[in-house]
Protein backbone atom coordinates (compact mmCIF):
# COMPACT_ATOMS: atom_id res chain seq x y z
CA UNK A 1 0.00 0.00 0.00
CA UNK A 2 1.10 3.72 -0.27
CA UNK A 3 0.58 6.61 2.03
CA UNK A 4 -0.22 9.47 0.02
CA UNK A 5 0.36 13.06 1.91
CA UNK A 6 -1.52 15.84 0.13
CA UNK A 7 0.39 18.59 -0.61
CA UNK A 8 0.09 22.53 -1.37
CA UNK A 9 2.33 23.58 -4.60
CA UNK A 10 5.31 26.21 -3.48
CA UNK A 11 6.31 29.19 -5.32
CA UNK A 12 9.60 30.13 -6.50
CA UNK A 13 9.18 33.82 -6.13
CA UNK A 14 10.29 36.45 -4.11
CA UNK A 15 7.15 36.27 -2.76
CA UNK A 16 6.59 34.82 0.57
CA UNK A 17 5.21 30.72 0.32
CA UNK A 18 3.29 29.95 3.33
CA UNK A 19 4.60 27.72 5.90
CA UNK A 20 3.07 25.58 8.17
CA UNK A 21 2.95 24.59 11.27
CA UNK A 22 3.21 20.68 10.28
CA UNK A 23 6.55 21.73 8.22
CA UNK A 24 8.12 22.88 11.42
CA UNK A 25 7.44 19.54 12.74
CA UNK A 26 8.44 16.91 10.04
CA UNK A 27 11.65 19.18 9.21
CA UNK A 28 12.49 18.90 13.13
CA UNK A 29 11.82 15.56 13.02
CA UNK A 30 14.10 15.29 10.16
CA UNK A 31 16.88 16.97 11.88
CA UNK A 32 16.79 14.75 14.53
CA UNK A 33 17.25 11.58 12.26
CA UNK A 34 20.22 13.16 10.40
CA UNK A 35 21.84 14.68 13.61
CA UNK A 36 22.31 14.10 17.48
CA UNK A 37 24.89 16.18 18.64
CA UNK A 38 27.26 15.34 20.80
CA UNK A 39 28.30 18.30 22.93
CA UNK A 40 30.71 17.35 24.90
CA UNK A 41 32.58 15.45 22.32
CA UNK A 42 31.66 17.69 19.46
CA UNK A 43 30.54 15.27 17.27
CA UNK A 44 27.24 13.55 15.23
CA UNK A 45 26.29 10.46 16.74
CA UNK A 46 23.26 9.76 13.80
CA UNK A 47 24.04 8.14 10.68
CA UNK A 48 22.91 10.92 8.50
CA UNK A 49 20.41 9.36 6.56
CA UNK A 50 16.70 9.92 6.70
CA UNK A 51 15.98 6.40 7.59
CA UNK A 52 13.69 6.70 10.76
CA UNK A 53 16.85 5.84 12.73
CA UNK A 54 16.05 8.29 15.05
CA UNK A 55 12.47 6.64 15.73
CA UNK A 56 13.56 2.95 14.80
CA UNK A 57 17.28 2.49 16.44
CA UNK A 58 17.37 4.36 19.53
CA UNK A 59 17.43 2.76 22.30
CA UNK A 60 14.23 3.87 23.42
CA UNK A 61 11.64 2.11 22.32
CA UNK A 62 9.54 3.59 18.80
CA UNK A 63 6.58 3.16 20.98
CA UNK A 64 7.99 5.95 22.76
CA UNK A 65 8.94 7.90 19.98
CA UNK A 66 12.37 7.12 19.70
CA UNK A 67 14.82 10.08 20.23
CA UNK A 68 13.44 12.05 23.48
CA UNK A 69 14.31 14.95 21.57
CA UNK A 70 11.31 14.38 19.48
CA UNK A 71 9.57 15.36 22.50
CA UNK A 72 10.66 18.35 23.47
CA UNK A 73 8.59 20.10 20.82
CA UNK A 74 4.79 19.83 20.37
CA UNK A 75 4.79 19.91 16.66
CA UNK A 76 7.56 17.53 16.43
CA UNK A 77 6.15 15.26 18.77
CA UNK A 78 2.97 15.42 16.95
CA UNK A 79 4.22 14.50 13.73
CA UNK A 80 6.49 11.69 15.65
CA UNK A 81 3.02 10.50 17.63
CA UNK A 82 1.48 9.83 13.67
CA UNK A 83 4.72 7.84 12.72
CA UNK A 84 3.71 5.41 15.95
CA UNK A 85 -0.30 5.27 14.82
CA UNK A 86 0.67 4.76 10.91
CA UNK A 87 3.52 1.76 11.93
CA UNK A 88 0.93 0.48 14.31
CA UNK A 89 -1.98 0.57 11.30
CA UNK A 90 0.87 -0.78 8.72
CA UNK A 91 1.85 -3.87 11.34
CA UNK A 92 -1.83 -4.34 12.00
CA UNK A 93 -2.64 -4.55 8.13
CA UNK A 94 -0.76 -7.62 7.84
CA UNK A 95 2.88 -6.47 6.96
CA UNK A 96 5.89 -7.83 8.82
CA UNK A 97 8.34 -5.51 10.55
CA UNK A 98 10.56 -5.03 7.54
CA UNK A 99 8.10 -4.10 5.14
CA UNK A 100 5.83 -1.71 7.63
CA UNK A 101 9.34 -0.02 8.33
CA UNK A 102 10.00 0.21 4.62
CA UNK A 103 6.23 1.19 3.85
CA UNK A 104 6.72 4.08 6.59
CA UNK A 105 9.90 5.49 5.22
CA UNK A 106 8.12 5.92 1.91
CA UNK A 107 5.48 7.88 3.26
CA UNK A 108 8.36 9.92 5.16
CA UNK A 109 10.37 11.00 2.70
CA UNK A 110 7.11 12.29 0.96
CA UNK A 111 6.09 14.09 3.80
CA UNK A 112 9.91 15.90 3.88
CA UNK A 113 10.15 16.56 0.69
CA UNK A 114 6.60 18.85 0.63
CA UNK A 115 8.28 20.58 3.34
CA UNK A 116 11.74 20.92 2.64
CA UNK A 117 10.25 22.99 -0.60
CA UNK A 118 8.24 25.35 1.82
CA UNK A 119 10.57 25.59 4.03
CA UNK A 120 13.78 25.93 1.81
CA UNK A 121 12.14 27.76 -1.75
CA UNK A 122 14.21 24.91 -3.00
CA UNK A 123 13.14 21.58 -5.56
CA UNK A 124 13.75 18.32 -2.94
CA UNK A 125 16.79 16.89 -4.50
CA UNK A 126 16.47 13.78 -6.72
CA UNK A 127 20.28 12.41 -6.73
CA UNK A 128 21.68 11.14 -3.42
CA UNK A 129 25.06 12.06 -2.20
CA UNK A 130 27.25 9.61 -0.35
CA UNK A 131 29.16 11.24 1.94
CA UNK A 132 28.82 11.83 5.62
CA UNK A 133 26.65 14.89 6.74
CA UNK A 134 28.61 17.62 8.28
CA UNK A 135 29.04 19.73 11.07
CA UNK A 136 28.61 22.75 8.40
CA UNK A 137 25.06 21.66 7.30
CA UNK A 138 24.05 21.62 10.80
CA UNK A 139 25.04 24.82 11.48
CA UNK A 140 22.87 26.03 8.29
CA UNK A 141 19.79 24.19 9.32
CA UNK A 142 20.32 26.28 12.97
CA UNK A 143 20.10 29.01 10.90
CA UNK A 144 16.94 28.21 9.69
CA UNK A 145 15.32 28.42 13.42
CA UNK A 146 13.96 32.50 12.10
CA UNK A 147 11.27 30.35 11.42
CA UNK A 148 10.18 28.38 14.53
CA UNK A 149 7.01 30.68 16.20
CA UNK A 150 7.19 31.03 19.62
CA UNK A 151 2.83 30.71 20.12
CA UNK A 152 0.58 29.10 18.10
CA UNK A 153 -3.45 28.99 17.87
CA UNK A 154 -5.12 25.68 19.74
CA UNK A 155 -8.56 24.64 17.51
CA UNK A 156 -10.01 23.14 20.79
CA UNK A 157 -13.33 23.36 22.19
CA UNK A 158 -12.18 26.71 24.07
CA UNK A 159 -9.81 28.57 21.62
CA UNK A 160 -6.51 28.52 22.84
CA UNK A 161 -3.22 30.27 23.04
CA UNK A 162 -0.48 27.92 23.04
CA UNK A 163 2.95 28.33 23.46
CA UNK A 164 5.72 26.03 21.92
CA UNK A 165 8.79 27.17 24.31
CA UNK A 166 6.69 25.62 27.63
CA UNK A 167 8.42 22.44 28.46
CA UNK A 168 6.04 21.26 30.52
CA UNK A 169 3.07 21.01 27.54
CA UNK A 170 6.10 20.24 24.85
CA UNK A 171 4.21 16.43 24.53
CA UNK A 172 0.62 18.24 23.20
CA UNK A 173 -0.72 16.14 20.45
CA UNK A 174 -1.84 18.56 18.24
CA UNK A 175 -4.52 17.93 15.57
CA UNK A 176 -4.44 18.15 12.22
CA UNK A 177 -6.23 21.96 11.79
CA UNK A 178 -3.45 22.91 14.46
CA UNK A 179 -0.56 21.48 12.45
CA UNK A 180 -1.86 23.00 9.00
CA UNK A 181 -2.01 26.50 10.40
CA UNK A 182 0.13 28.79 8.77
CA UNK A 183 3.47 30.56 10.59
CA UNK A 184 5.44 33.78 10.55
CA UNK A 185 7.52 33.90 7.64
CA UNK A 186 10.92 34.42 7.88
CA UNK A 187 11.91 38.00 8.87
CA UNK A 188 15.93 38.01 9.77
CA UNK A 189 15.31 37.64 13.54
CA UNK A 190 14.07 34.85 16.55
CA UNK A 191 11.03 35.20 17.75
CA UNK A 192 11.31 36.75 20.99
CA UNK A 193 10.28 33.29 23.09
CA UNK A 194 13.37 31.19 22.31
CA UNK A 195 15.24 34.37 23.67
CA UNK A 196 13.96 33.19 27.33
CA UNK A 197 13.23 29.48 27.73
CA UNK A 198 12.87 28.40 30.80
CA UNK A 199 13.83 24.64 32.04
CA UNK A 200 11.60 23.21 34.54
CA UNK A 201 11.67 22.70 37.78
CA UNK A 202 15.63 24.72 37.46
CA UNK A 203 16.58 28.41 37.46
CA UNK A 204 17.99 27.32 33.82
CA UNK A 205 17.28 29.66 31.34
CA UNK A 206 17.94 29.19 27.51
CA UNK A 207 19.02 32.05 24.91
CA UNK A 208 18.56 29.71 21.24
CA UNK A 209 19.61 32.78 19.69
CA UNK A 210 22.83 32.89 21.52
CA UNK A 211 23.33 28.53 21.38
CA UNK A 212 22.65 28.98 17.69
CA UNK A 213 24.95 32.03 17.17
CA UNK A 214 27.82 30.39 18.88
CA UNK A 215 27.79 26.94 17.22
CA UNK A 216 27.75 28.67 13.91
CA UNK A 217 30.04 30.74 14.68
CA UNK A 218 32.20 27.81 15.40
CA UNK A 219 31.30 25.59 12.21
CA UNK A 220 30.84 28.27 10.11
CA UNK A 221 32.50 30.40 7.69
CA UNK A 222 29.62 33.32 8.27
CA UNK A 223 28.44 35.07 11.35
CA UNK A 224 24.51 34.08 12.65
CA UNK A 225 24.33 38.06 12.15
CA UNK A 226 25.33 37.04 8.36
CA UNK A 227 22.48 34.18 7.76
CA UNK A 228 19.50 36.05 9.76
CA UNK A 229 20.38 39.42 7.32
CA UNK A 230 19.84 37.01 4.52
CA UNK A 231 16.56 35.67 5.57
CA UNK A 232 15.50 39.21 6.40
CA UNK A 233 16.09 39.84 3.09
CA UNK A 234 13.79 37.16 1.88
CA UNK A 235 11.15 38.17 4.39
CA UNK A 236 11.16 41.91 2.87
CA UNK A 237 10.31 40.48 -0.72
CA UNK A 238 14.14 41.30 -2.23
CA UNK A 239 15.20 37.54 -2.69
CA UNK A 240 13.91 34.45 -3.45
CA UNK A 241 14.22 32.22 -0.40
CA UNK A 242 15.92 29.68 -2.50
CA UNK A 243 18.29 32.40 -2.96
CA UNK A 244 19.66 32.75 0.36
CA UNK A 245 23.13 32.19 0.19
CA UNK A 246 23.71 29.11 2.65
CA UNK A 247 20.44 27.62 1.32
CA UNK A 248 22.65 25.20 -1.21
CA UNK A 249 24.21 23.48 2.18
CA UNK A 250 21.13 22.45 3.75
CA UNK A 251 20.06 21.26 -0.16
CA UNK A 252 23.53 18.83 -0.11
CA UNK A 253 22.35 17.65 3.58
CA UNK A 254 19.19 16.25 2.30
CA UNK A 255 20.91 14.72 -1.00
CA UNK A 256 22.96 13.29 1.40
CA UNK A 257 19.93 12.41 3.10
CA UNK A 258 18.19 10.40 0.64
CA UNK A 259 21.20 8.44 -0.34
CA UNK A 260 20.07 5.05 -0.02
CA UNK A 261 21.02 2.94 3.18
CA UNK A 262 18.82 -0.47 4.77
CA UNK A 263 15.47 -0.23 3.80
CA UNK A 264 14.95 3.61 2.41
CA UNK A 265 13.51 4.22 -0.75
CA UNK A 266 16.37 3.55 -3.97
CA UNK A 267 17.08 6.64 -5.81
CA UNK A 268 20.63 7.40 -7.71
CA UNK A 269 23.45 7.99 -5.75
CA UNK A 270 26.97 9.31 -6.33
Not at 3 to 23: H, N, P, R, V, W
Not at 129 to 137: A, G, K, P, Q, Y
Not at 245 to 268: A, D, T, Y
Request: net charge neutral; glycine share 8%.
Amino acid sequence: MRLILLGILMTFSTQASTIYLKDVGVMGFASHDLFEWDAKNERNLENGRLDLSSFFDHEKSWKKGGNPKNAQNAAVWSITKHFVKEYKKLLKSGLDEVSARQELTLYYHEMVKESFERFTGLPFPQVGIDERVTDLEQACMRGLHDILPGKIKLYRPIFKEFDLTNALTAKTVLNQKELDQPIPFYDGKYDEAYLNVKIPFTRKVIDLNKIDGDFIKKFSPWTQEEMLSDLGRVGRGEIALGEVFFMHHVEELFSKGICPQGLMPKVPCH
